[in-house]
């Protein structure tokens, strides 16, 4: 699924959370930052897969105050191949993981405005 924004894509989450296999997101989204947007998700579906591309460094982000823990972080630029071999490899660790049942969560700074 595709969205244009992270509200967005939250509340295409929202929607249907059981639909998705994977959240890709990057960290400077519109509305939503990807990071709160991997922690919404995380809060909902903590087995899902977060894979969060961004252009700063680990570094950076924490001089931001953006803090990117719900996931494996991608730097840019990056290599095709690596964007496969993470994607694949998360999808394999939530296929072994699949089936736990965690307590759900939704952090501050996402709405359930669906529209």
């Given at each position: 699924?595709?969205?244009?924004?992270?509200?967005?894509?939250?509340?295409?989450?929202?929607?249907?959370?059981?639909?998705?296999?994977?959240?890709?997101?990057?960290?400077?989204?519109?509305?939503?930052?990807?990071?709160?947007?991997?922690?919404?998700?995380?809060?909902?579906r903590p087995e899902l897969?977060?894979?969060?591309?961004?252009?700063?460094?680990?570094?950076?982000?924490?001089?931001?105050?953006?803090?990117?823990?719900?996931?494996?972080?991608?730097?840019?630029?990056?290599?095709?191949?690596?964007?496969?071999?993470?994607?694949?490899?998360?999808?394999e660790a939530e296929m072994?993981?699949?089936?736990?049942?965690?307590?759900?969560?939704?952090?501050?700074?996402?709405?359930?405005?669906?529209?």
């Amino acid at each position: 699924m595709e969205a244009y924004d992270g509200q967005d894509a939250w509340n295409q989450f929202l929607r249907q959370p059981d639909r998705f296999d994977l959240l890709l997101t990057d960290v400077v989204m519109p509305r939503v930052p990807g990071t709160v947007l991997a922690a919404g998700v995380h809060g909902l579906r903590p087995e899902l897969p977060v894979v969060i591309m961004t252009g700063y460094t680990p570094t950076e982000l924490l001089e931001r105050g953006l803090q990117a823990s719900h996931g494996e972080l991608l730097t840019k630029p990056l290599e095709p191949g690596r964007l496969l071999a993470t994607v694949s490899t998360a999808l394999e660790a939530e296929m072994a993981d699949e089936g736990r049942d965690l307590g759900r969560q939704r952090p501050k700074g996402l709405s359930d405005d669906q529209a």
